[in-house]
């Protein structure tokens, strides 16, 4: 695995901690990226690639995404491969523990089935999972509301270091250890799932604040535990609790995300609104993203967003899985959120009739839509951001063609009206990047293309000649 190492603008996201860098320390001591990276980090952010353009591998140690890196058996699972870039891929621990494969269970994506009797997965123990802090989410269905849907596990029964369960009627149950060897959870398990629909259950915990547990970004529980979570040499499980019987989950999961810290509040919205829009979930507390709704044109995809609650949480550089980023909010005051997906389009520059002819050759099939919003849906101005785009392995991009941002300004749905943004900075390695972009406002679609090639014959007349 490779740490990504950028050069924004911005100085270190308040993101990456000291234990943060301890771990990463620690965990590449061999390597001489670790003399860049202590040299680096005061003055380089990292890229976030992660779930919704939050964190990266420092962060969010754990990514398993049923629409990515499944190894299959006919229909059953025998990988599920971590995209986090920390290679913890969970992997059923015998030919009968093999979950499923469903395609197309929710918004169009996959998820993992658990069939209630022997499915499990695991992943070998490793000083990552040994957390004093976190925010794990997780994306479940349930087959059957039993108790003991045991969805993750770190550890055995009784000795386990912390916890997601589905505890008696079905409620979220999260126990931890600590280091007192105390045992405490939550009094009144809060929050049960659903057997129609998935739902996102967050999971966070830190020293300082205790744990906060919300259902689809709504809070159902929190407490003030300020006791030091204990290590143990147990696998993670996925899907079974080590140590007892019974608790096999009997449903489903479609994506689990553990960062090793506490996410601010910023990050954690944005989290939340790019899981609701890939599974379709509707949320009633801060839903910073409405292109993910049909009658916006289901953008549901790689959802990612910049985001401001207040000084001390806020996250202004992100990227996602997708091939945009967006940094450096000129004006990001409090409240304001910038969030943008994708309707999944062709991602080829194969789009020839809704251009401006005279100056653009071709297009993305694939158009973006953004939310520019307060966590009341009220729209705002973040200012002008920075965005790149990342043209690596794109077919039909030439570097001999200057890329271009196509903004629909007018809402209208069409390209083919406006005019191009023109001043891409190539950064190398097929990445440009378009400073200072005002057209950007709420509800705004954009896309990228290729502009028609510019030779210059003499001082005083120019061509524009179309790409043979
Ligand atoms: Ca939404
Ligand atoms: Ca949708
Ligand atoms: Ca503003
Ligand atoms: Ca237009």
């Not at 709504?218 to 006791?227: L, T």
């Amino acid at each position: 695995m490779f740490l990504k190492i950028s050069h924004s603008k911005e100085i270190l996201s308040t993101f990456i901690s000291s234990v943060d860098i301890f771990i990463m320390l620690k965990k590449y001591k061999r390597s001489f990226l670790v003399i860049m990276l202590v040299f680096l980090l005061p003055i380089t952010g990292f890229s976030q690639t992660g779930p919704g353009g939050v964190g990266n591998a420092a962060t969010n140690v754990l990514w398993l995404d049923a629409n990515r890196g499944i190894t299959l058996a006919g229909t059953s699972v025998t990988n599920w491969a971590d995209q986090s870039g920390n290679t913890f891929n969970a992997i059923p621990p015998s030919t009968a523990a093999r979950p499923t494969i469903i395609n197309s269970s929710v918004n169009g994506y996959p998820s993992i089935n658990f069939d209630g009797t022997n499915d499990q997965l695991r992943i070998t123990d490793a000083a990552a999972f040994d957390l004093t802090q976190w925010d794990i989410f997780i994306v479940p269905i349930v087959n059957v509301a039993k108790n003991f849907n045991a969805w993750m596990v770190k550890g055995l029964d009784g000795a386990e270091n912390y916890e997601v369960l589905s505890y008696a009627d079905n409620r979220i149950h999260t126990p931890v250890i600590f280091t007192t060897g105390a045992r405490t959870f939550p009094s009144s398990p809060a929050g049960q799932l659903s057997t129609t629909n998935f739902t996102i259950i967050e999971y966070s915990y830190a020293t300082t604040v205790g744990r906060d547990i919300y259902r689809n970004n709504a809070s159902i529980y929190s407490d003030n535990e300020n006791r030091t979570p204990r290590a143990n040499n147990f696998d993670l499980a996925i899907g079974n609790e080590q140590g007892t019987s019974g608790r096999f989950i009997n449903g489903g999961l479609a994506e689990v995300l553990m960062y090793n810290t506490r996410l601010n509040s910023a990050q954690r919205i944005i989290v939340n609104n790019y899981l609701a829009a890939k599974y379709n979930r509707p949320l009633t507390t801060a839903d910073v993203y409405n292109e993910d709704d049909a009658a916006n044109g289901n953008f549901d995809h790689e959802v990612a967003g910049i985001g401001r609650v207040d000084a001390a949480n806020t996250h202004t550089d992100a990227q996602g899985t997708g091939i945009v980023r967006v940094s450096d909010p000129a004006n990001l005051d409090n409240d304001e959120f910038l969030l943008w997906g994708h309707d999944d389009g062709n991602l080829t520059l194969s789009n020839t009739t809704d251009i401006p002819t005279t100056q653009t050759l071709s297009r993305f099939g694939r158009i973006w839509r953004v939310s520019e919003v307060n966590v009341s849906g009220t729209p705002v101005d973040v200012g002008t951001v920075d965005i790149r785009v990342d043209m690596t392995g794109i077919t039909g991009f030439s570097e001999a063609y200057p890329p271009q941002l196509l903004v629909d300004t007018d809402n209208d749905g069409l390209f083919n009206d406006e005019t191009p943004i023109t001043t891409a900075t190539s950064l190398g390695s097929n990445q440009y990047r378009f400073n200072g972009v005002a057209a950007l406002i709420n509800n705004a679609r954009f896309t990228f293309a290729l502009g028609r090639k510019i030779i210059v014959t003499n001082k005083r007349i120019t061509y524009r000649v179309d790409k043979n």
